[in-house]
């Protein structure tokens, strides 16, 4: 066996065996389902006002949510920016080496995921909103850390809990370090232009240039950037695929059922395939579900905690209407486009076997267009990442002046794109496959994770009174409001 055969053996060893167990991966689905009770089915019930208090803000005059300004951001720049944290590198090239590991079926565990995955992002950034503390230059901060801080340190006096925050600072600073960005980015153009290594490569170098003048700018760059990118490419993104789905009605039909009917008779790819069990398929379909849309992970709270709104669970809408976008619709579509064409067979994964699949609808120039796709979608999850990177150094460091934040925050953004960029040259010198190499992110992800599960069950209570409470004081009034207004509409 050689030096790759051993690496890929202790990584899938580590992330499947030890981190992303069996137990943990039902426990997290059971967290979800958890909340999901405890909120009585909210993101099932209230859908609709998680539509129109979402994504309907958009087309209304008037919004409940203060606008943006000074150094806080609305909550379409706060939506904006987390989906262009999750959108791209997770549900593209992650969804394809989930495929690649774990068959069609990994995509129903997803489901499964993100339909309790709404519930548990929507906690998260309730508690963020709850919890959240203006720092000592006026601007709101806010992460797992905070609610843990506040909610089970300060209040309830459980000392211990200090390690848990800590913990999960750090373990989430490891993310401006391990990023799948370069590497994804260097693998789609190479597939798409049929580049050498050495072309690859210096797509990534001009991706890493590009990275680091956007977030060189601060939160608000990052924002106005999301703003104004994030729609176009999920619109342009949605018409390749839909076309590709709606063209063969019948495969598409097939790709649906093969997607449950692997899920509980899983079954192995040609290549790179870790184990052909039910439970192996769960374990990486939720692995990546959380790395897709991040619920579970702490991550996206963090810009959301930047938002005025008139109650935490206002915001927490957002939370819900991510998972769903992001899973539910992105990954799906990036799904059904992978075993349709059959090239999730391979067993490679990553971007490459989405381009192979474009590429077998509309010839050399889809590869290209997916290569073009993935680098704007790895700008902005890149981007939309160091969007939260004030708010971690921020917890780490919360009794020291500004100017010392402000330094550790440069020196990550500064030295984390090279990090990223030297393992992409590492993997792409060893001819490392994609399903493998996703490995490392699904070990980097896992840490942050195991503490966001303990904190978000210790301080459920909190999370159902506020829901309940914005259930009782704002929407149902709300609903009453609309419906009275449209009788008088009816009477005139």
Request: one cysteine or more; charged letters at 15%; aromatic letters at 14%.
């Amino acid at each position: 066996m050689n030096i790759g055969d051993q690496i890929e053996h202790l990584l899938e060893y580590v992330a499947w065996t030890i981190l992303w167990n069996k137990y943990f991966a039902v426990m997290f689905l059971v967290l979800g389902l958890y909340l999901t009770i405890g909120l009585r089915f909210f993101q099932f019930r209230r859908f609709g006002d998680i539509m129109r208090n979402t994504i309907g803000t958009l087309f209304r005059k008037k919004d409940t949510v203060k606008k943006e300004s000074g150094n806080k951001v609305s909550s379409f720049g706060a939506f904006a920016t987390a989906l262009g944290s999750t959108v791209g590198n997770g549900n593209i090239a992650g969804v394809a080496s989930a495929i690649a590991i774990g068959g069609p079926g990994a995509i129903f565990w997803m489901w499964m995921c993100a339909l309790v995955g709404m519930a548990t992002k929507m906690s998260e950034i309730v508690l963020t909103q709850t919890y959240k503390q203006v720092d000592n230059t006026g601007v709101p901060r806010g992460s797992a850390a905070y609610y843990i801080q506040k909610g089970l340190v300060e209040e309830r006096g459980w000392k211990w809990c200090k390690v848990l925050s800590t913990t999960f600072s750090i373990g989430l600073l490891c993310a401006f370090y391990i990023t799948p960005g370069p590497y994804v980015v260097a693998e789609s153009v190479q597939a798409g232009f049929n580049l050498s290594r050495t072309g690859a490569i210096l797509f990534s170098c001009a991706y890493v240039t590009i990275q680091l003048t956007v977030i060189n700018g601060g939160i608000k760059r990052i924002v106005k950037f999301a703003e104004s990118i994030v729609p176009i490419m999920v619109i342009a993104y949605f018409a390749v695929a839909f076309f590709i789905i709606l063209r063969d009605v019948p495969a598409t039909f097939e790709a649906l059922k093969s997607i449950f009917y692997y899920a509980f008779n899983p079954t192995a790819a040609v290549g790179g395939f870790a184990g052909a069990s039910i439970m192996m398929t769960l374990q990486v379909g939720v692995a990546r579900s959380v790395y897709s849309n991040e619920a579970g992970w702490g991550s996206a709270p963090i810009i959301h905690a930047a938002v005025e709104v008139d109650h935490p669970a206002r915001q927490g809408l957002w939370g819900a209407f991510e998972v769903f976008v992001d899973t539910m619709i992105v990954c799906t579509i990036t799904g059904l486009i992978v075993v349709i064409s059959g090239v999730w067979e391979t067993g490679e994964g990553g971007a490459g076997s989405v381009g192979k699949a474009l590429s077998q609808v509309f010839g050399p120039i889809g590869g290209m267009a997916l290569a073009v796709f993935i680098f704007v979608f790895a700008i902005t999850t890149s981007t939309g990442w160091y969007a939260y990177l004030e708010a971690l150094v921020g917890y780490i460091v919360r009794d020291k002046p500004a100017a010392v934040r402000m330094k550790i925050v440069k020196f990550i953004t500064r030295t984390g794109p090279f990090f990223g960029l030297s393992a992409t040259m590492f993997f792409f010198a060893n001819g490392t496959v994609p399903s493998v190499a996703w490995m490392v992110l699904d070990i980097q992800s896992a840490i942050p994770v195991y503490v966001n599960v303990i904190a978000l069950t210790l301080l459920s209570p909190v999370i159902f009174k506020k829901v309940r409470e914005f259930e009782t004081d704002f929407l149902d009034p709300e609903k009453a409001a609309r419906e009275a207004a449209r009788g008088k509409l009816g009477k005139e």
